[in-house]
């Protein structure tokens, strides 16, 4: 709690007036929470806002990232139960590991705080264990094992101060491309089947709503337009996906019944 206040202190230091010492924290005035600093405006219905924001945002964002350790788990019980990976398009995940490997390695780079984009990590967790099971239910089991080391090694090697940090941004704005090209893949792998598959709802809608929150928290607590348009993009592509959730909410997989015929 304490670390989350004093970043909650320095930013209302950057974006307030800095004669207002409860909200810049100086001196005397420097109060341990936020009932104490909201008693002593002399203006709290203006002043408070600032404080107000940066402890929602806060809040948010570590709410998202715990959120996210339950997210794709609903998809990957769903693959193990079905022993199948029908549904989830292997183009579309592999593009979005893409684009959450980006996020977490400009996130990293440039000191971004943990409540801004820790939700990327976890699910970066849980798509590379998705990609390796549509490979793995696909009879491919040895080039998923493959490509679960190319990718460690990959990952690490961004990570590295070796890595300029243009090509970091890079990989960032690529997000973009990468988020719209891999959702319609999923959408068309969606409209083609007449179905979803194995492909959770659950996920699909915790992946709309997290997105949505993430485009203010990503602003509040970054100021990046780089992250903003990123989940700005997403949670367009993610609506979609949600919306053919909806539509296709009783449609079947064909081959079941032609297995009862």
Same mark, same amino acid.
């Given at each position: 709690?304490?670390?989350?206040?004093?970043?909650?202190?320095?930013?209302?230091?950057?974006?307030?007036?800095?004669?207002?010492?409860?909200?810049?924290?100086?001196?005397?005035?420097?109060? &341990?929470?936020?009932? =104490? !600093?909201?008693?002593?405006?002399?203006?709290?219905?203006?002043?408070?806002?600032?404080?107000?924001?940066?402890?929602?945002?806060?809040?948010?964002?570590?709410?998202?990232?715990?959120?996210?350790?339950?997210?794709?788990?609903?998809?990957?019980?769903?693959?193990?139960?079905?022993?199948?990976?029908?549904?989830?398009?292997?183009?579309? !995940?592999?593009?979005?590991?893409?684009?959450?490997?980006?996020?977490?390695?400009?996130?990293?780079?440039?000191?971004?705080?943990?409540?801004?984009?820790?939700?990327?990590?976890?699910?970066? /967790?849980?798509?590379?264990?998705?990609?390796?099971?549509?490979?793995?239910?696909?009879?491919?089991?040895?080039?998923?094992?493959?490509?679960?080391?190319?990718?460690?090694?990959?990952?690490?090697?961004?990570?590295?101060?070796?890595?300029?940090?243009?090509? !970091?941004?890079?990989?960032?704005?690529?997000?973009?491309?990468?988020? !719209? =090209?891999?959702?319609?893949?999923?959408?068309?792998?969606?409209?083609?089947?007449?179905?979803?598959?194995?492909?959770?709802?659950?996920?699909?809608?915790?992946?709309?709503?997290?997105?949505?929150?993430?485009?203010?928290?990503?602003?509040?607590?970054?100021?990046?337009?780089?992250?903003?348009?990123?989940?700005?993009?997403?949670? /367009?592509?993610?609506?979609?996906?949600?919306?053919?959730?909806?539509?296709?909410?009783?449609?079947?997989? &064909?081959?079941?019944?032609?297995?009862?015929?």
């Amino acid at each position: 709690m304490q670390s989350v206040w004093a970043e909650v202190e320095q930013k209302a230091q950057r974006t307030t007036d800095p004669m207002t010492p409860c909200l810049t924290c100086d001196g005397q005035e420097k109060a &341990p929470d936020l009932i =104490v !600093v909201v008693s002593n405006h002399v203006d709290p219905g203006l002043n408070s806002v600032p404080c107000l924001k940066i402890l929602l945002s806060k809040g948010l964002g570590l709410g998202i990232v715990a959120g996210s350790l339950l997210v794709k788990l609903p998809q990957i019980f769903k693959i193990l139960g079905a022993k199948s990976a029908e549904g989830p398009s292997l183009q579309s !995940v592999m593009l979005e590991l893409t684009a959450l490997t980006g996020t977490v390695v400009y996130s990293i780079t440039n000191n971004f705080p943990f409540s801004s984009w820790g939700e990327a990590l976890f699910l970066t /967790l849980q798509t590379i264990a998705i990609c390796f099971l549509a490979m793995h239910y696909r009879g491919e089991t040895v080039k998923g094992i493959a490509f679960l080391a190319c990718y460690a090694m990959l990952l690490l090697a961004l990570l590295s101060p070796l890595t300029p940090l243009a090509v !970091v941004t890079l990989l960032q704005a690529s997000n973009v491309p990468a988020v !719209v =090209v891999g959702k319609l893949l999923q959408a068309a792998t969606n409209y083609h089947n007449g179905h979803m598959g194995q492909l959770s709802a659950i996920t699909v809608f915790m992946l709309f709503g997290g997105s949505l929150a993430r485009i203010f928290t990503s602003v509040q607590e970054t100021g990046d337009p780089l992250m903003a348009g990123v989940f700005v993009v997403s949670s /367009l592509c993610n609506g979609l996906i949600a919306a053919q959730v909806l539509f296709y909410w009783n449609a079947k997989p &064909p081959h079941k019944q032609k297995k009862v015929q």
